[in-house]
């Protein structure tokens, strides 16, 4: 891929190296002049960011040759970003990846798994508001992302895994889910607290934070597509969740249940889970809350999903869910081994 690069010389004192992903979204954008907006030339980047001469930073930006709405993200993609981080791991302190806000979470939850062993920050970033617009997000959200990636205590990074920052509150990659299309608060993580918080000085959550590996950093880029959501509402006909299941080639399902885990338990339905299962088809269960876990048995309509072979999510986001699966699929070629290792903590993404 044909990549473009800029590089960005510190006026002051380098006290870091820190590289940019540029991959497109509102991040970039800027008003053309009808006013609709289009991605500027990222080499520009100083012009709308002054402050980013004056960081004592060594900054390079890598952009993605044709910048991508994030609605058309593919793991190809991801696998784009993690080779550029993999390239460039013994370069720079951290890394800084701009994404557009849409899919933010299912990327950023898919390179935590595909980075393994990694110990220097990535940390994903975008904006509500394109950084051409006056009341933009972009400056605040990029400036104290490249000051999160570049941070060291007695030079060891002060992060040691894939996160988002936006609107002064760091999450775990994960963790974390787009829940506001309207405000600049629009990322959030209902079952793990935030690991740190930008005010007059960055707070952070050392209890909190993913402890530094020792090992070298291991890509796992093998991904499996073919996955499934299953969202479940009251109603829903046996003709749908049979379409779903019966999907080509599928290999994995995330079922976005009600509440704690918990389903209909019409015989039909939990006939077609269990066909399915013993059919070879991976079913994992995910609450459609943003807060909380799936508990199978907890109540009376959840006791036969396991009993149908149902593996329970715990409390993983959706997109952790999916992206861990298709990660998992991919690179194991035993279903046991899949259906072991979903159900257990890979990088973060659920409590023990």
């Given at each position: 891929?044909?990549?473009?690069?800029?590089?960005?010389?510190?006026?002051?004192?380098?006290?870091?190296?820190?590289?940019?992903?540029?991959?497109?979204?509102?991040?970039?954008?800027?008003?053309?002049?009808?006013?609709?907006?289009?991605?500027?030339?990222?080499?520009?980047?100083?012009?709308?960011?002054?402050?980013?001469?004056?960081?004592?930073?060594?900054?390079?930006?890598?952009?993605?040759?044709?910048?991508?709405?994030?609605?058309?993200?593919?793991?190809?993609?991801?696998?784009?970003?993690?080779?550029?981080?993999?390239?460039?791991?013994?370069?720079?302190?951290?890394?800084?990846?701009?994404?557009?806000?849409?899919?933010?979470?299912?990327?950023?939850?898919?390179?935590?798994?595909?980075?393994?062993?990694?110990?220097?920050?990535?940390?994903?970033?975008?904006?509500?508001?394109?950084?051409?617009?006056?009341?933009?997000?972009?400056?605040?959200?990029?400036?104290?992302?490249?000051?999160?990636?570049?941070?060291?205590?007695?030079?060891?990074?002060?992060?040691?895994?894939?996160?988002?920052?936006?609107?002064?509150?760091?999450?775990?990659?994960?963790?974390?889910?787009?829940?506001?299309?309207?405000?600049?608060?629009?990322?959030?993580?209902?079952?793990?607290?935030?690991?740190?918080?930008?005010?007059?000085?960055?707070?952070?959550?050392?209890?909190?934070?993913?402890?530094?590996?020792?090992?070298?950093?291991?890509?796992?880029?093998?991904?499996?597509?073919?996955?499934?959501?299953?969202?479940?509402?009251?109603?829903?006909?046996?003709?749908?969740?049979k379409a779903i299941l019966g999907i080509k080639n599928l290999r994995g399902v995330v079922m976005e249940t009600f509440g704690s885990g918990n389903t209909m338990t019409e015989r039909w339905f939990i006939d077609e889970l269990r066909s399915a299962i013993k059919s070879g088809l991976i079913i994992v269960n995910i609450s459609q809350c943003i807060g909380g876990t799936v508990?199978?048995?907890?109540?009376?309509?959840?006791?036969?999903?396991?009993?149908?072979?149902?593996?329970?999510?715990?409390?993983?986001?959706?997109?952790?869910?999916?992206?861990?699966?298709?990660?998992?699929?991919?690179?194991?070629?035993?279903?046991?081994?899949?259906?072991?290792?979903?159900?257990?903590?890979?990088?973060?993404?659920?409590?023990?």
């Open positions: 891929m044909n990549y473009k690069i800029v590089n960005i010389d510190s006026s002051e004192n380098v006290n870091a190296s820190v590289l940019i992903i540029y991959t497109g979204g509102t991040f970039g954008m800027a008003a053309d002049e009808q006013g609709a907006l289009k991605p500027f030339n990222f080499g520009n980047v100083v012009d709308k960011v002054p402050e980013l001469k004056s960081l004592g930073l060594r900054i390079r930006v890598i952009s993605f040759p044709k910048p991508i709405d994030s609605s058309n993200v593919t793991p190809d993609d991801w696998k784009d970003i993690a080779y550029i981080i993999e390239e460039n791991y013994e370069k720079y302190d951290g890394f800084v990846v701009l994404h557009g806000t849409d899919t933010m979470a299912y990327s950023a939850s898919a390179l935590s798994f595909m980075l393994q062993g990694l110990n220097k920050p990535v940390i994903f970033t975008g904006a509500q508001i394109p950084i051409g617009s006056t009341r933009s997000d972009a400056r605040e959200n990029l400036i104290t992302a490249l000051e999160i990636a570049s941070t060291k205590i007695d030079g060891e990074p002060r992060i040691c895994e894939v996160c988002i920052y936006f609107n002064f509150v760091l999450l775990r990659a994960n963790r974390s889910q787009k829940v506001n299309s309207s405000t600049f608060s629009a990322f959030h993580s209902e079952n793990y607290p935030p690991l740190a918080e930008s005010g007059i000085i960055i707070e952070y959550n050392e209890g909190a934070l993913m402890p530094c590996h020792i090992h070298k950093l291991v890509i796992q880029n093998k991904m499996d597509t073919n996955v499934a959501i299953l969202k479940l509402f009251p109603g829903i006909d046996i003709s749908v969740v508990s199978h048995g907890k109540y009376a309509t959840s006791v036969p999903l396991s009993e149908a072979g149902v593996l329970s999510g715990g409390d993983m986001t959706t997109e952790a869910a999916t992206t861990k699966l298709m990660l998992l699929l991919g690179e194991e070629k035993s279903p046991e081994k899949v259906k072991e290792k979903i159900v257990i903590p890979m990088n973060g993404e659920m409590d023990e």
